[in-house]
């Protein structure tokens, strides 16, 4: 357990020392050295809890009994609540966003009354470690290490384009620890109080990161970011009063353990459902995170994929045992299927490679919403392997795209035709990552079929239906972005390699990552995730994938890498005639270019296909949004309501 | 033992015998057609022959990752067909077809001509407007047979199809964007008459264009191959009865290709995401409420 506590304070004391060292090389030096020490606390703790808590049975939850230190902690999180207030209402007041101040407190007060008043339920377990929080600390750790890594290069060459942004980059880096310190605190804690002083940081830290440029647009979208994570925020007050008064608990794990027939528990639950939509960016509460795009990509890759937006879908896994056939249940696959299918339309006619990045992460995280929502141990499963194999594979794309935009000068996915003569590397990394979201037989698609198969044992049609539309969309979105990377553009030169060495590690390491998650998959469901759901959920839970199709998706991926090699044999024993592509034989020279009917050159340009009169946002955007709210407003009125009656 | 045995058998019998099926097929179509519009016609064995032609050419390429994509295009559909024939997992074989398609629009997009892009845009959208009812057709067995297994799909009592009419109907809808034919055939098309030229496979040629059409003959085959699935029980003689389907659909198939001009690709979209909302989505709904109620 100290070891909890050491790299908690360690991440902590990194965020702060990188505030404070204003020269580049001191602090780049501290955040690479932080980095790696923080990775290496992170695996060396989860190794120690894996190891005490002991292969496939139970979990460590800690008590933490009235020790003068916690009582201390406590009253640093009371004032941490009141400082976040503060600030809140002060940058609130500076920008005039009056409403922000009323939402922070909504949520902050009654939180802090229980807690002065003496209010809160003592003996609570303040900590608890199972084999799930210590998947969420690898990914947590490991992801968010790499991308502080990452983020050295990037800002230099950030700051080197833009120079109208004020260089504050020590503030930036500080806020990336600090978010992985509140993420630490977060996954680890079973308070519910506690967990949501570090909800509340999580969500006042993506605010001011995505502020970080301070223009006019960056403002007006931190701002939206925050009022919504500021209502989910209250959602989450709410559940603590209702658990705090009705149940005399404060703990998740007992709520979590309460018999589904408990009276009301649908309320504390649809209200905790509703927190995690807006932090998980679901329909309604979608478009903070394409607002967040405009921070410099290190905090998108971030926020979007190993930690914001995973605190909500989290939370939805923790508690899922209690969503089984009841209402709060309903809205919750509902919404997320609802939005998975939806986000991935959306997804069609964009071609900025961000935005397609932010929408497809819209996107995925409604599936795991969706899988968290059926209650069912093999839904849950996918939850959590969808979690897993996006958190990586989504890093890696937004590390990629921000490393081409740095070089190039664009992240439009147009710009990125030929990338594969280009940018060779970048070319095969991006390939990976893409294939990781949406092929068979890497990562996402097992996990997408894992759910496809608990959706359909537990009857839920209208489930597989957006399941079905929106992995048929997906994978459009996805194989016209693939296409652009692999034409080949003859005469083209490969363009100078400016990104930083650093930048490559980690995106190999990303890479090396996502090819390891997609092989070793089974084995982590049998050693982490079984287990745990097992317990969870009160069944045994045995293999969700059997070991048959495992062999054969073995065998694919093998026959996956052998492509590169057979490609390069090819090459070496070719007998081919090489020629240049048709043009109507009016080619001029090459085959970017031809000559026109008044025998002028004229060059030629090949567009994706965007169906902008179709999928465009001004068609589905507003309609989608004014559903998604119809269903949250009409379920959780029926859940509360229902619960109460 | 003996089981791997009969899957080692049936796989290789898939990898040997399937080009024959899919060549009596081609034949077949091409005399249909050359009968319906009222013309000679080449022989029965033009497919044969065509392929033969083909590999003796030499490969003419515009890139150098042109060839292993499409013998990845190849393998991979090979592969599929496979576990297919080896009474794999159904849904694990359309995973692995859409890989094997994702190969071969790799290689149209590699090309960078006008053309190509263009039918490597519009295979996109075909994938799109047929990968949900693939799905809804694994989907549809399993909801009958409790088990998306091949191998546990053909022993039943009661073929498919009585409980999935609506699946088989949207699997019979599909077939039409999935063999190429008319008035679907956007992305490529058998017939001269293509407004992109070749579209999909233009700048695919020589030997390396004889490695696509073999690998599309196995797709060929597999997919007629589910329509006769929809009727095998566990009677041999069902066997029969899912080859006369199969052939019956065939030659729909064929007629409507002669029959229908080429649509946009919104006709398509939208009519093909209508066809499996409203016959194989409505079948599922059926079909779980059969279930819920125990029946």
Known sequence: ?645 | MNEIVMTVIAIVAFVIFAPIVGFFLEGYDRVVSAKLQRRQGPPFLQPVYDLIKLFEKQAIVVNNFETALVLGFTIFTIFSGCIFFAGGDILLVFFAFSLADMFLVLAASSANSPYSSLGSQREFIQMMAYEPMTLLTAIGFYMVCGSFNVSDIINQDVPAIVRTPGVFLGYCFILIIKLRKSPFDLSTSHHAHQEMVKGLTQDIAGNVLGILELGEIYEEVFLMAIVALFFITKNPLSYVVGVAASLIIFFIMIVIDNVFPRVKWENMLISSWGVTLALAGSNFLILTMLKIAGI
């Open chain 1, 1 to 645: 357990m100290p070891l909890l506590f050491i790299l908690f304070f360690f991440t902590l004391l990194i965020s702060v020392s990188v505030y404070f060292s204003r020269s580049d090389a001191l602090r780049e030096g501290i955040v690479t050295v932080g980095s790696i020490v923080m990775m290496v606390l992170d695996v060396a703790f989860c190794a120690w809890a894996f190891g005490a808590a002991g292969y496939g049975d139970g979990y460590l939850s800690y008590f933490l009994p009235e020790t003068a230190a916690v009582n201390a902690f406590n009253h640093v999180i009371m004032a941490g609540e009141i400082f976040l207030f503060l600030l809140i209402t002060v940058l609130s007041i500076k920008h005039g966003k009056w409403y922000c101040i009323l939402l922070s407190f909504i949520g902050t007060a009654p939180v802090l009354w229980l807690d002065l008043t003496g209010r809160a339920v003592e003996n609570a377990p303040m900590l608890k470690i199972d084999s799930l929080t210590i998947l969420m600390f690898l990914v947590v750790g490991l992801v968010g290490g790499l991308i502080c890594i990452y983020s050295n290069g990037y800002l230099h060459d950030y700051h080197h384009h833009h120079t109208d942004v004020e260089k504050r980059p020590w503030f930036f880096q500080s806020m990336l620890f600090l978010f992985l310190t509140a993420m630490y605190g977060l996954i680890s804690s079973d308070n519910m109080s506690w967990m949501f002083f570090f909800w509340e940081i999580t969500s006042t830290i993506s605010f001011l990161l995505i502020g970080y440029t301070r223009k006019e647009e960056a403002v007006t979208n931190s701002f939206r970011a925050l009022w919504m994570n500021l209502l989910g925020g209250f959602g989450f007050t709410v559940a603590i009063l209702y658990s705090a008064f009705v149940y005399q608990n404060g703990s998740l794990m007992e709520l979590i353990s309460m018999s589904e027939a408990k009276a009301g528990i649908v309320i504390p639950v649809a209200c905790l459902a509703f927190a995690a939509f807006t932090k998980s960016a679901q329909m309604p509460f979608s478009r903070w995170l394409l607002g967040a795009m405009v921070a410099p990509t290190p905090s998108s890759a971030l926020l979007h994929s190993a930690t914001m937006v995973k605190a909500g879908v989290y939370l939805l896994i923790r508690i899922s045992p209690l969503m089984t056939g009841n209402l709060a249940g309903v809205m919750v696959t509902t919404i997320g299927g609802f939005t998975f299918f939806a986000a991935s339309l959306l997804a069609i006619s964009q071609s900025d490679g961000k935005k397609v990045l932010a929408y497809s992460t819209i996107s995925n995280l409604g599936l795991i919403t969706a899988c968290s929502g059926v209650g069912e141990p093999a839904a849950t499963w996918a939850a959590i392997m969808l979690l897993l194999f996006h958190a990586v594979s989504k890093s890696l794309m937004f590390l990629c795209v921000g490393a081409v935009e740095n070089a190039t000068g664009s992240r439009d996915i147009e710009d990125m035709h030929g990338l594969i003569v280009k940018m060779p590397k970048m070319a095969f990394v991006m390939t990976v990552a893409i294939c990781g979201m949406f092929l068979a037989p890497f990562g996402m698609l097992v996990a997408k079929w894992a759910a496809l198969k608990a959706y359909i044992d537990s009857n839920n049609v209208l489930l597989v239906i957006f399941l079905v539309f929106g992995s048929a969309t997906t994978m459009f979105y996805w194989g016209k972005w693939l296409g652009k990377l692999f034409a080949v553009l003859h005469q083209s030169e490969t363009l100078r390699d400016i990104i930083h060495k650093s930048e490559w590690y980690v995106m190999y390491m990303l890479t090396a990552l996502v090819i390891t998650l997609c092989a070793t998959f089974p084995f982590l469901g049998q050693i982490f995730i079984q287990p745990m759901l097992s317990m969870e959920f009160g069944v045994q839970v045995g293999q969700i994938i059997s070991s048959d199709d495992v062999r054969v998706m073995l065998m694919m991926l093998i026959m996956i890498a052998l492509m590169p090699v057979l490609g390069l044999f090819l090459l070496l024993n070719r007998k081919e005639k090489m020629t240049m592509s048709y043009m109507a034989g009016a080619n001029a020279g090459d085959d970017r270019h031809f000559v026109d009917a008044f025998g002028g050159i004229r060059p030629s340009y090949l567009s994706n296909w965007y169906m902008d009169e179709m999928f465009g946002e001004k068609k589905i955007l507003i309609p989608s949004l004014c559903v998604a709210a119809a269903f949250v407003v009409v379920l959780m009125i029926l859940a509360i309501g229902g619960a109460i009656r």
